[in-house]
């Protein structure tokens, strides 16, 4: 029998958990650094939305702009009408 021959089962198994921790310590950074990524990302958007919102809230006025645009015309028609008679 060879020395230390009994002991060969615990060094492969230390040395699998052990590559099983480096890897599972890989991709936990992974995660973190992906994370890291999405909180700047986040960030960026929610100092980004005043902005926006002031550049779309003059999209409100459209629907009034359209019914005052209808109103002249059909108030243009009327007196077009008048002037003319047909």
Known sequence: MIPGAE??????????????V?????????ILTLAA???DNAHAATAALPVVR???DA???????????IS???STRAARKALTGS
Do not use: H, K, P
């Not at 480096?22 to 992974?30: F, G, M, Q, R, Y």
């Not at 999209?59 to 645009?69: C, I, K, P, Y």
């Open 72 to 74: 002249i015309l059909r």
């Open 37 to 39: 990524r999405i909180a």
């Open 7 to 20: 002991y060969t089962g615990w060094w492969v198994g230390l040395s699998l958990s052990f590559l099983a």
């Open 59 to 69: 999209l409100q006025d459209v629907a009034r702009v359209n019914e005052s645009a």
């Open 54 to 56: 002031d550049q779309t």
């Open 22 to 30: 480096v890897i599972l310590v890989v991709v936990v950074a992974i």
